[in-house]
């Protein structure tokens, strides 16, 4: 399959980006900008004044000061990185930290969980995705005892339950997900089978074969700890509560003196509105020509000779690689020998 995908791509059949490589770390890229300069005149802009609104005082609310939390704490921890795709946009929908090592999770990373938790005060709802095998099964049991073992020597006022929604024996079932042979190297092999009948099934078969019912089946898992209504109700108390502000507001206001106020106010900026446009105008009238912007060009020096470059007919691109090949070959060769 890797070589069929990389000869697929290289002859063009299959786009590049169409295949997420998942083998290391996502790189750091960096696109650096073209200069685009324009030169003009800066002034001021005579409308950025206070309308009309803006000068009637008016009750505010911060955000910040009025929203609700949901009930628990949500944790999301996958097996694999590859389930990044199905996962971050979940945890952004419900607000939940999320795990992704490449295999099980760390006593380094199962700390900043339970400290995490024991830090927010609400229960901590822990959900594993892990492979449907021995070691994926493991997986929950072993967060269960470590968070445990951290609640009782260093966060006393840690609260959780750990949860094993996916993947499981009757979903690799139901679902006919592909499985591959245990490893030798399993001792649990034995019992494993004896008691499931079945061999491993990896959890990216589902992420990546079905990925709706992957979702379908982690939004399942944190439905019954997360309130659906809760932003909507957030939001009509938040609209009740500045309409009853407003009226009261607007009640306080409602007197000949700041009415009368209010009036000059809009009279001298009105006036001073149009002073600046007045400003502005004559600056345009100006017509000011400004000088040329003159960039130095790049200065350097001879370049050396590379070993292969686009600017050569193919027939010698192709010749120059497999020359160096070669060479390489009867380097590596010769070193063989004489270690030999």
């Not at 800066?42 to 206070?50: C, H, I, K, N």
């Not at 822990?126 to 445990?148: E, N």
């Not at 938040?238 to 106010?265: H, V, Y």
């Not at 292969?308 to 120059?320: A, F, R, T, W």
């Amino acid at each position: 399959m890797n070589k069929a995908s990389k000869s697929a791509r290289w002859l063009g059949f299959v786009p590049f980006e169409a295949i997420s490589d998942e083998r290391n770390e996502e790189p750091v890229i960096r696109i650096a900008d073209e200069p685009n300069l324009q030169s003009g005149i800066a002034t001021f802009d005579p409308y950025d004044l206070p309308d009309d609104e803006d000068l009637r005082p008016r009750a505010t609310l911060d955000d910040y000061d009025f929203r609700a939390r949901q009930p628990f704490k949500l944790v999301i921890s996958g097996e694999k990185t590859s389930l990044k795709d199905v996962l971050y946009p979940l945890s952004e929908k419900y607000g939940t930290d999320l795990y992704l090592p490449s295999g099980e999770i760390t006593d380094t990373q199962l700390y900043k969980m339970a400290k995490t938790g024991a830090e927010d005060g609400r229960k901590m709802i822990v959900i594993v995705l892990a492979d449907c095998d021995p070691a994926g099964y493991q997986m929950a049991v072993s967060i269960g005892h470590k968070l445990r073992a951290f609640k009782d020597s260093k966060f006393h006022g840690l609260r959780f339950s750990v949860i094993a929604p996916c993947l499981t024996v009757e979903q690799v079932n139901d679902l006919g997900l592909p499985s591959d042979p245990l490893k030798d190297t399993e001792t649990r092999a034995v019992g494993w089978l004896d008691r499931y009948g079945v061999e491993q099934t990896e959890i990216d078969a589902l992420a990546t074969l079905q990925p709706e019912v992957f979702r379908e089946i982690v939004e399942g898992a944190v439905a019954p700890y997360y309130d659906a209504t809760l932003d909507d109700r957030v939001d009509e108390a938040k609209q009740e509560w500045q309409r009853k502000a407003d009226a009261t507001c607007e009640e306080a206001l409602d007197t000949d003196e700041f009415r009368e106020l209010e009036e000059e106010t809009k009279a001298c900026l009105q006036a001073l509105q149009d002073n600046l446009e007045h400003v502005r105008d004559a600056v345009d009238e100006l017509a000011v020509e400004l000088p040329p912007i003159k960039i130095p060009k790049p200065d350097i020096g001879e370049l050396p000779d590379p070993l292969v470059s686009s600017d050569m007919p193919l027939y010698e691109h192709i010749s120059i690689l497999e020359r160096s090949q070669r060479l390489w070959m009867r380097v590596m060769t010769s070193l063989r020998h004489s270690l030999i």
